[in-house]
């Protein structure tokens, strides 16, 4: 399941910003009549719709997973951690619906009535991104259920399960995160195009438009995850120790960079900054701040040594290529403030490429961090992860199987979307029937038919 989600959540940001910026393309077209804006729009609908469709089948793949793996984790639990999948569920329609219409929009709809088709597009990706946050959350956060003496879930309020006290912040980091990757990602594609030497309108303007999108979320998701990681201090001190290597409690906590624990909760290597963790964990008490350690928690609920290194290393993966790509913004944004245009120059186009990659490392990075730091449980301090997976000794040829599927379903999406860019290329731009917004051509009259004569033929 962790190989499914990680292929699965890279679609994610491309259908929740991809909307955005089609609509941004398409508001530029008709507000400034920019024939290139127009046919970014048109283009990025259609690579859109491929995504949204690859993306509902890795979806579906994972919500069978949830039964197949997690049997008795979904047979306690189901009532409740379903709910936000029942409103996912509805956003999801809704998405695919409104896509359809905005696709065969272009040449059926006067150019506001099909804009505005496109904005239920861009809501429903955020609430169903939300919902599906939600139910992660709640994971961290359980709450909105009443346990019998058995400890079976005998009632369940709704509002409580979809709004607990971590959802807020993780749908904001994850929303953000969605614009983050989403724009680095499609700018990175035309930041290559660019290095090639294709510099026209075109392609400064889909740079322009996915790369601000991104630059704009940089920032606001370092603020927003700092946020998070105080939360996760106060609330799961276990996962926040993991995070930053803290065997024993303590006060004046370093930041250690890299760095992992030994056999005997020991700090092997790093680069510590002194007094770092204490300060950021509260910056109103400074290094004064209490840590609590590892080892101040029991045996039976805390992490392995091997899972304390893979979070403490996914968190530094992630804090550092968030702060290598907040530097890139902050580039991009001086440039165009200082000199009214984007930086264009060799060395910036190389970087933006590789902003794309490295934006869906930094991603997946924040995932693992966000399920392994919360091991042993399956549901914070409810049930732990070996009391809810399933015991089927099949699993490995089931995650074969998975695999063959998805490395086919990647190829056939990169492929596909390639040979769409080729053919649009080739094309060069709208012909004359494919004019979206354009009159369509009076249907040409035809002479009435001539009507058959028949000849009668009398018997002699």
């Given at each position: 399941?962790?190989?499914?989600?990680?292929c699965?959540?890279?679609?994610?940001?491309?259908?929740?910003?991809?909307?955005?910026?089609?609509?941004?393309?398409?508001?530029?077209?008709?507000?400034?009549?920019?024939?290139?804006?127009?046919l970014?729009?048109?283009?990025?609908?259609?690579?859109?719709?491929?995504?949204?469709?690859?993306?509902?089948?890795?979806?579906?793949?994972?919500?069978?997973?949830?039964?197949?793996?997690?049997?008795?984790?979904?047979?306690?639990?189901?009532?409740?951690f379903?709910?936000?999948?029942?409103?996912?569920?509805?956003?999801?329609?809704?998405?695919?619906?409104f896509?359809?219409?905005?696709?065969?929009?272009?040449?059926?709809?006067?150019?506001?009535?099909?804009?505005w088709?496109?904005?239920?597009?861009?809501?429903?990706?955020?609430?169903?991104?939300?919902?599906?946050?939600?139910?992660?959350?709640?994971?961290?956060?359980?709450?909105?259920?009443?346990?019998?003496?058995?400890?079976?879930?005998?009632?369940?309020?709704?509002?409580?399960?979809?709004?607990?006290?971590?959802?807020?912040?993780?749908?904001?980091?994850?929303?953000?995160?969605?614009?983050l990757?989403?724009?680095?990602?499609?700018?990175?594609?035309?930041?290559?195009?660019?290095?090639?030497?294709?510099?026209d309108?075109?392609?400064?303007?889909?740079?322009?438009?996915?790369?601000?999108?991104?630059?704009?979320?940089?920032?606001?998701?370092?603020?927003?995850?700092?946020?998070?990681?105080?939360?996760?201090?106060?609330?799961?001190?276990?996962?926040?120790a993991a995070?930053?290597?803290?065997?024993?409690?303590?006060s004046?906590?370093?930041?250690?960079?890299?760095?992992?624990?030994?056999?005997?909760?020991?700090?092997?290597?790093?680069?510590?900054i002194?007094?770092?963790?204490?300060?950021?964990?509260?910056?109103?008490?400074?290094k004064?701040?209490?840590?609590?350690?590892?080892?101040?928690?029991?045996v039976?609920?805390?992490?392995?040594?091997?899972?304390?290194?893979?979070?403490?290393?996914?968190?530094?993966?992630?804090?550092?290529?968030?702060?290598?790509?907040?530097?890139?913004?902050?580039?991009y944004?001086?440039?165009?403030v200082?000199?009214?245009?984007?930086?264009?120059?060799?060395l910036?186009?190389?970087?933006?490429?590789?902003?794309?990659?490295?934006?869906?490392?930094?991603?997946?990075?924040?995932?693992?961090?966000?399920?392994?730091?919360?091991?042993?449980?399956?549901?914070?301090?409810?049930?732990?992860?070996?009391?809810?997976?399933?015991?089927?000794?099949?699993?490995?040829?089931?995650?074969?199987?998975?695999?063959?599927?998805?490395?086919?379903?990647?190829?056939?999406?990169?492929?596909?979307?390639?040979?769409?860019?080729?053919?649009?290329?080739?094309?060069?731009?709208?012909v004359?029937?494919?004019?979206p917004?354009?009159?369509?051509?009076?249907?040409?009259?035809?002479?009435?038919?001539?009507?058959?004569?028949?000849?009668?033929?009398?018997?002699?």
């Amino acid at each position: 399941m962790a190989f499914t989600l990680m292929c699965h959540i890279i679609l994610v940001p491309l259908g929740v910003s991809w909307a955005l910026m089609t609509l941004v393309a398409n508001y530029r077209a008709i507000r400034h009549d920019n024939p290139h804006a127009l046919l970014l729009a048109q283009r990025w609908s259609k690579y859109m719709a491929v995504t949204f469709a690859v993306g509902a089948v890795t979806g579906t793949v994972l919500s069978f997973e949830f039964g197949l793996l997690w049997p008795r984790f979904m047979g306690r639990w189901g009532a409740a951690f379903g709910v936000p999948f029942a409103f996912e569920g509805i956003f999801f329609f809704v998405e695919a619906i409104f896509v359809a219409i905005y696709i065969f929009g272009w040449r059926r709809l006067k150019p506001w009535t099909h804009f505005w088709t496109g904005v239920p597009i861009v809501l429903a990706g955020i609430f169903g991104t939300m919902s599906v946050v939600a139910a992660n959350a709640w994971m961290n956060a359980p709450a909105g259920f009443t346990l019998n003496a058995q400890g079976d879930v005998v009632s369940v309020n709704p509002i409580g399960v979809i709004f607990n006290k971590s959802m807020p912040l993780q749908a904001a980091h994850m929303l953000v995160a969605a614009y983050l990757v989403g724009g680095f990602l499609v700018a990175s594609v035309y930041a290559a195009a660019m290095l090639r030497g294709r510099r026209d309108h075109y392609h400064r303007l889909a740079f322009t438009i996915a790369f601000t999108v991104a630059a704009i979320a940089t920032p606001v998701q370092l603020a927003v995850g700092d946020t998070i990681a105080r939360w996760v201090y106060q609330n799961q001190p276990t996962k926040f120790a993991a995070i930053e290597l803290v065997p024993t409690t303590s006060s004046d906590v370093p930041e250690t960079l890299l760095g992992r624990v030994g056999p005997n909760w020991t700090v092997k290597g790093g680069l510590p900054i002194p007094g770092l963790a204490s300060w950021l964990s509260d910056p109103s008490t400074g290094k004064a701040t209490v840590v609590q350690g590892l080892k101040a928690f029991p045996v039976d609920n805390q992490p392995t040594i091997a899972e304390v290194n893979i979070v403490h290393l996914m968190w530094d993966v992630m804090i550092g290529l968030g702060t290598l790509l907040f530097l890139l913004a902050l580039w991009y944004g001086i440039g165009w403030v200082v000199r009214r245009r984007l930086p264009s120059n060799r060395l910036f186009l190389l970087a933006a490429t590789a902003a794309g990659p490295l934006a869906v490392i930094a991603m997946e990075a924040g995932w693992i961090v966000t399920e392994v730091g919360r091991q042993p449980w399956i549901v914070y301090n409810q049930m732990r992860v070996s009391a809810a997976v399933t015991g089927n000794h099949g699993v490995w040829i089931s995650f074969i199987a998975i695999v063959i599927l998805y490395a086919a379903l990647g190829v056939t999406t990169i492929l596909v979307l390639h040979r769409m860019s080729r053919r649009f290329r080739r094309a060069g731009g709208f012909v004359e029937h494919d004019t979206p917004y354009a009159p369509r051509p009076a249907p040409q009259s035809t002479p009435p038919a001539e009507p058959e004569q028949r000849v009668k033929v009398l018997d002699p």
